[in-house]
């Protein structure tokens, strides 16, 4: 159980497109999914939190109008790339709390995405 | 400053025996600290949580150490083999279902 897809798994694009990726919880309801972004051999950094029904809360930093953030229903969350520039090219993983995790716990455990690799040209 | 550290160096260790790896943190007073294995290319998967209440946990060859005061957790993977191989981090919860993460610690495995 707890897994999460995204879609696409590689996306090359050219410079001044937008990218659209998937995040969902194929067996699973998640109120809450984090987006985060990883450079080579850095630590995942979160953009930002996407709670169902409202609008996402971005970190520090993370421009909202270039990340935009969907969270339409309990398993989907969409993040779109806006205006891609070869800066944005990075790995994108997704994840997502479920409301009883392994620990039983609400919330504590969050189950990831295999990631999403980006290249703008 | 707040910071999460791993060390930055990979660990090379023979398979069987054991792999320690080593998390520290300053300026957090996390709920609980949590262990996840990464791939290259692959998102992280989650493997051992230990609350700040509680000194060590197990699953399996894993065994995951947490010291409040030294601000310090030790994650331990006995009869290593090489499928252990990977990069291993650590994360802390810092409340608002906000967790931060370490930049992780390559382990090799060799056979």
């Known amino acids: 159980g707890a897994v999460v897809s995204q879609h696409p798994s590689r996306v090359i694009c050219k410079s001044g497109t937008s990218v659209k990726i998937e995040c969902r919880s194929l067996?699973?309801?998640?109120?809450?999914m984090f987006w985060y972004r990883q450079f080579p051999k850095k630590s995942l950094m979160l953009m930002a939190t996407?709670?169902?029904?409202?609008?996402?809360?971005?970190e520090q930093g993370v421009e909202k109008d270039k990340f935009l953030i969907n969270h339409a229903s309990l398993t989907l969350s969409t993040l779109t790339v806006t205006s891609a520039h070869p800066e944005d090219s990075s790995f994108y993983i997704c994840?997502?709390?479920?409301?009883?995790?392994?620990?039983?716990?609400?919330?504590?455990?969050?189950?990831f995405g295999p990631g999403t690799r980006l290249l703008v040209l | 400053s707040q910071k999460i550290e791993q060390n930055s160096e990979a660990l090379n260790i023979q398979e069987g025996k054991t792999a320690t790896l080593t998390c520290n943190y300053t300026?957090?007073?996390?709920?609980?600290l949590q262990w996840y294995r990464q791939d290259p290319g692959r998102g992280p998967v989650f493997l051992l949580l230990?609350?700040?209440?509680?000194k060590e946990k197990r699953k399996e060859r894993l065994k995951v150490t947490f010291d409040t005061t030294l601000k310090q957790s030790l994650f331990h993977i006995t009869a290593s083999q090489p499928a252990d191989s990977a990069t291993y981090l650590c994360a802390l919860y810092t409340g608002g279902f906000k967790t931060i993460f370490g930049a992780g610690t390559r382990l090799f495995v060799k056979a």
């Open positions: 300026n957090y007073s996390p709920a609980y």
């Open positions: 067996d699973f309801q998640a109120t809450t």
């Open positions: 230990i609350r700040e209440n509680e």
């Open positions: 996407s709670n169902e029904g409202s609008k996402a809360t971005y």
């Open positions: 994840s997502a709390h479920t409301t009883s995790g392994t620990s039983g716990r609400a919330g504590e455990t969050q189950y």
